[in-house]
């Protein structure tokens, strides 16, 4: 595992070490995991729901998306 430095404040650097104390875990764990939580809140949601998963919709330009979202949704656009 490559190491890396990170310069913390001393109050902050003193409370993750009381943190990781009474968790049990070195003050190396306690970092891992904050940044694997951080970093999973930055990750898009995947959904099933295919209105979620039609994300180039959304940067289609079109501005009647608001009334024809189930033609460009569904693919029902031309067909009428």
């Known amino acids: 595992m490559p190491r890396t430095s990170v310069i913390l404040p001393e109050e902050l650097q003193r409370r993750a ?3 990781a104390r ?3 875990l070195s003050l190396s764990q306690l970092i891992r995991q904050c940044l694997v939580r951080e970093i999973a ?3 898009p949601k995947e959904t099933k729901d295919p ?3 039609a994300t180039e919709s959304f ?3 079109r501005t ?3 009334i024809r979202h189930d033609d460009e949704l569904y693919g029902l656009l031309g067909k009428r």
């Open 41 to 43: 809140l930055d990750q």
């Open 51 to 53: 209105f979620w998963n």
């Open 17 to 19: 070490a009381e943190v």
């Open 59 to 61: 940067r289609s330009g």
């Open 22 to 24: 009474r968790r049990g």
């Open 64 to 66: 009647d998306l608001s």
